[in-house]
Each structure stands twice: as structure tokens, then as C-alpha cells.
């Protein structure tokens, strides 16, 4: 059965939604915000693969894996972040991470 592109991007569309409430909800905590991001991110990736079984063309897919790719190095290197920050702070809140010095 195939899905009709209209309900793909319905969903792509409710799904970035979701990640956009998320990440303006919760913009205090640095997890809830990387979740946020990634729902988004999957959200674009949806709308690409089902562009791409739309059309026949295989650029939707190998956007999404560059995006996979992209989204992968970002989640490890903003979770090591946040665990860093965690041990020295005891805190995940956004704000108390505002005044950084080197």
C-alpha cells in the first residue's frame, strides 16, 4: 500500500511542529532542547524520503543519509557536552550556562 504525499507531509509537518514546541517549551533544559532538534531534523528527513518515492528520484534519500550522518556526530558531541557541563555545573538548565568564560 502505498502512502499518499499529502498525508507524508501532513505527518513531516506535525512532526516538526512537535520538535518546534519542544525546543521553544523547554529551551531551559539542554536535553529537551537537543530532543527537540532531532525531532525536527527527523521531520525534514521524512518530507525528503517522501519526496523522493513521490518523484521517482533517489536525491531525497541520499539527503536523508547525509542528514542521519549529520544528526548522529551532532547528538555525540552535544551529549558529551552536556554530560561535561552536568559535572561542572550540577545542572542541565540553559541559563546557567549563558556566562561561559574561557
Not at 537537543?34 to 541520499?62: C, H, K, T, Y
Not at 551532532?74 to 556566562?99: G, I, Q
Request: charge should be neutral; charged fraction near 15%.
Amino acid at each position: 500500500m502505498i502512502v499518499p504525499f499529502e498525508h507524508v507531509l501532513i505527518l513531516a509537518g506535525i512532526l516538526f511542529a512537535l520538535g518546534l514546541v519542544c525546543v521553544l517549551v523547554w529551551r531551559m533544559n539542554l536535553i529537551m532542547l537537543l530532543i527537540g532538534i532531532e525531532v525536527m531534523l527527523n521531520a525534514a528527513m521524512l518530507a525528503f524520503v517522501g519526496g523522493a518515492a513521490r518523484w521517482g528520484m533517489a536525491d531525497g534519500q541520499v539527503f536523508s543519509l547525509v542528514i542521519m550522518a549529520l544528526t548522529s556526530a551532532e547528538v555525540s558531541l552535544a551529549l558529551a557536552m552536556v554530560v561535561y557541563l552536568h559535572r561542572r555545573k550540577r545542572t542541565v538548565d540553559a541559563d546557567e550556562f549563558s556566562e561561559l568564560k574561557g
